[in-house]
């Protein structure tokens, strides 16, 4: 239940307008372009869904292939414990950068970019604080990130985001590689494109 609080608020996705074909296969028609606008624009889209505490529309825009590994109706049940528990995500002063070029596999564009700002688990219940700030310390192994605040624990980010867009569905998806799933990655995303974005 642990690991999958941690996936539910460190795996970031989001559906978006596909924009122009590019990567590796892409046709002479079609130049190479990571359409960093579309991709801010879908960014920015999943930071107001994020903080509005919309879960279903959030769910509605990860990447599908996490949910083989966890399923969705967990996470949505997890999601309706944060609701009881008073529980919120806020994303503050969130930034991509450094997005890459596109490389292509069958119908999907996987590029990655670099995530920073600060992740808050605002809880209703301040005496529930030092229990979540510990959790977290627990499952990061890191507390440098962590900062606990009044109303509840923020993390500071700084991590790669993996950028997927469907050329068949007209979607594109956002999956933060936070410390929980980093691990499952290659499970999600097919290796080849992993070694290749590595570079």
Known sequence: MKNLF???????SVAACSPKTTGDSASSASKPNN???LINKAFNSMIAATNSGDWKAALDMTYPKLFDLTPRANIEQM??????MGIKMLMKNPKLS?????????TEQFAKAKLTGTQKVQIADA???????NQIKQQTGDASKLTKVE??????L??????????????????QAGEQVKPMLDKIL?????????K
């Open 190 to 198: 097919p290796s080849d494109i992993l070694e290749k974005l590595s």
């Open 151 to 156: 109303d509840g624990v923020e993390i500071a």
């Open 35 to 37: 359409s960093s606008e």
């Open 79 to 84: 999601y309706s414990q944060f609701d009881m």
């Open 127 to 133: 005496n529930m604080v030092d229990l979540m700030f």
């Open 6 to 12: 941690f996936i539910a608020i460190m795996a970031i």
């Open 98 to 106: 450094n997005i890459t070029d596109y490389v292509t596999k069958g």
């Open 158 to 175: 700084d991590e790669d985001v993996y950028i997927v867009n469907d050329t068949s569905t007209k979607k594109m998806y956002f999956l």
